[in-house]
Every structure is written in structure tokens, then in C-alpha cells.
């Protein structure tokens, strides 16, 4: 039957075709997209990672109450908007006091200041405890510095092998291992001797954020240059008290300035891994999902773990040894303090 013949039937069958499609597209895309309002891609793909964390998502839904003035209420807004359809973020941004849109920032910058912003109940899942002990050649504990961490920041080092790849799983440890710093004075030697340095997790996070230190500030350009290394991704961590798998992945794909995040996400409805590129949601090519264990890549940049193993010493115990000393000098601070202590460990 040609359409010249009886057009309205045609329409009406086209209509059909399109609402059984639609109905199965509704039946594998689940999830709604971001507007980028600009160049605010670093945004959508946190917002999407925090949407998608159920703990989180749970807490801000059943913690935030009506004061409009806080993170927690425009983060409920959104998420109770971002069940239904496509969602701006304008009350994020003003809260967060990004003015102008049209500019790319920091996706790890940010997912710290919302942690920071939200009610502690709410983003306690993301936050774990590190302390550092540092003792003298004799062993004599000269200081033990503990404080809290949103995310580890791991230095990728130029790899020597000759895939060129680095080694989160290798990052990790090292970044836990003890080394050897300047001299120091020990008041029980009575003189300066060479110390260690050890960092120990002394609270696990329930969500366990990794972030690979592409962007650095180059001596030689004086200039912020972004690192393209290729690293491979580990699709479980294992601490001496907790296995953590990968659930979340934060990319940045370009330059420094003109580049594109998006986020790769593990749904815990579903288990089926999706792509949130700000308006589009998709999942991604089957050829990829095989690739995510111990994937290769150039464009992670977050990588977010979701503990599967609970630690053996409850933190209960910790506190009983004598409590954990928070710093109040804040997140920013502990980070470049957790960085220095690294430096000091090359
Ligand atoms: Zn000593």
C-alpha cells in the first residue's frame, strides 16, 4: 500500500512504530542528561557520578531539609528532576558561585567543594582518614599527623616500561609505602637523624575516589600542561583491610582549556555500565565494557571504588586508641599537606 492511497493510515502506523521504539529505548536508557550551560561538563559529569551513588543519592533525599540557601536542597531539586527528564543546572552553578559558564574547570575541584558544601551526614561516605607517622633512624615516633581526604591524589609518573602505560594499582601502593625524608630532629635521640615517613588509611571511605594528577604546573613552561599518559585501570583495589571495586569514572578527553569530560558510570539497578556525556546518556559499545577490566587509558581522571569488603578493625576501635585528630585547616589544605608528604617521600 502506497502512502498516496490512504495517507492518514500510513501516519497513524508511523506514530505506533515510533511509540513501541520509543517504549524500548525508555526500557534501556533509564537515565536523563545535563544541560551544558556553557562549558560546564566538569559539573555534569560529578553531578552525574554523586546522582548515581545510591548512598549518596539516598542521603541527600531523606537528609536535606528546606533551607534554600544550601547545597543539599538545590542538590535534591536535581535529583528528584533528573528521575524524569533532562535537567539544567543553573541553581548548582549560582550556588556553587560559577559565573561565567563559558569557562572549563576543574572536575575534581569541584567535586570536593560540593562534598565540602553538602551536610557532613550526606557526604561522609565519600570521606576517609589518612595518618601520617614519621620516626627516627632508632624507630622513635617524632609526629603523627591524621586528617581527612575527599580524594588521593596520585602522581603519574613517567613510566619506564615499554608500553608507556602507568600503573594505577602500582600508584596506590606506593602512595601507601614508607620512605625516606630529610633529617629531623628526634627530642628522644637528641639530634637530627634521617626519618621515614609512612601513610597508613585509617579510615576507609565507603566510596574510595582516586585522582590522577594529569593536570600539573610545568618549571620549564611555566604554565599548567595536561599529562596524556596512558594508565591502566584496575577493576578492584585491595587494602590490607578492604576490596573496592570500580563503579565510576570521570574522563577528560583534549586540551587543558578546551577539552571534554564526561563520565562512565556503573548503575546500581541495573549493573549495566552507562556513558553520561552531558545531554546524552548511552551505554557504552560492547567492546568497551570488555576493555573495563584493566582497561587502558588515556582520559581517566577520577576514578571512584565502591567497597565491597568491609575492614576488619571496626572504627569504633580506632577511636578507642585514642580518637582520630581531624585538622581543622580543611580539605584544600590536608590535600597539598598529603602532597607535600608524597614529594618529600621521591
Ligand atoms: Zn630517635
Known sequence: MSSKENPPKKKG?????????????????????????????????????????????????????????????????LFKALKTSETHTKDILSILGIRNVYEQRDAAEYFENILSMVNPYVSKIFKGHLRHTMRCSEGHVTSVETGPFWTLPLSIENPSDSNKTYSVRDGFEKFFKSSTVSEMYCDQCNEKTYSTIACKMEHHPEILTLLLKRFEFDYHSMSYTKNDCCVEV???????????????????????????????????????????????????????????????SQSVYLLMYKKSRAPDQPE???KKRGGIK???????????????????ME
Open 234 to 296: 584496575p577493576h578492584t583495589l585491595r587494602t590490607k583491610n578492604c576490596d573496592y571495586e570500580l563503579y565510576a569514572v570521570v574522563d577528560h578527553v583534549g586540551s587543558l582549556r578546551g577539552g571534554h569530560y564526561t563520565a562512565r558510570i556503573k548503575s546500581y539497578d541495573d549493573h549495566n555500565w552507562y556513558v553520561f556525556d552531558d545531554s546524552y546518556v548511552r551505554q557504552p559499545n560492547p567492546q568497551s565494557i570488555s576493555h573495563m577490566n584493566n582497561e587502558r
Open 316 to 318: 569504633e576501635e580506632i
Open 13 to 77: 502506523c508511523d506514530k505506533g512504530i515510533v511509540k513501541r521504539f520509543k517504549m524500548r529505548l525508555d526500557l534501556i536508557f533509564d537515565y536523563n542528561g545535563l544541560v551544558n550551560q556553557g562549558a560546564t561538563c566538569y559539573l555534569n559529569s560529578v553531578l552525574q557520578v554523586l546522582f548515581m551513588t545510591k548512598n549518596f543519592r539516598e542521603a541527600v533525599e531523606s537528609h536535606c531539609g528546606q533551607d534554600q540557601k544550601t547545597a543539599d536542597f538545590h542538590l535534591k531539586s
Open 326 to 344: 581531624v585538622y581543622g585547616r580543611g580539605m584544600e589544605e590536608n590535600r597539598r599537606r598529603i602532597e607535600e608528604n608524597k614529594r618529600g
